[in-house]
């Protein structure tokens, strides 16, 4: 999936990978993706649930290697 950025969350632990989304996606402009690479499998669940309470759209999830890639679009 192409994303507009990409944000290495890759050793970090829940919350971290969401906190860092919430504070990447204020600086990103609507329509645009985010990539975020984890090796949490909680990014999984958190992920999803984070963009519907925050009216983001979340597209889905890649993993490969245990690495894990979730991809959430700026829609508002």
């Not at 906190?19 to 499998?41: C, I, P």
């Not at 999803?48 to 993993?63: H, I, S, V, Y």
């Amino acid at each position: 999936m192409k994303a507009d950025q990409t944000l290495d969350c890759v050793g970090l632990y829940c919350p971290m990978p969401i906190v860092k989304t919430s504070e990447r996606m204020k600086q990103m402009k609507v329509g645009e993706v985010l990539e975020v690479v984890a090796d949490d499998k909680g990014i999984k669940h958190d992920m999803p649930a984070w963009a519907k309470a925050t009216g983001n759209e979340f597209l889905g999830t890649e993993e490969k290697g245990g690495e894990i890639k979730v991809y959430v679009k700026k829609t508002r």
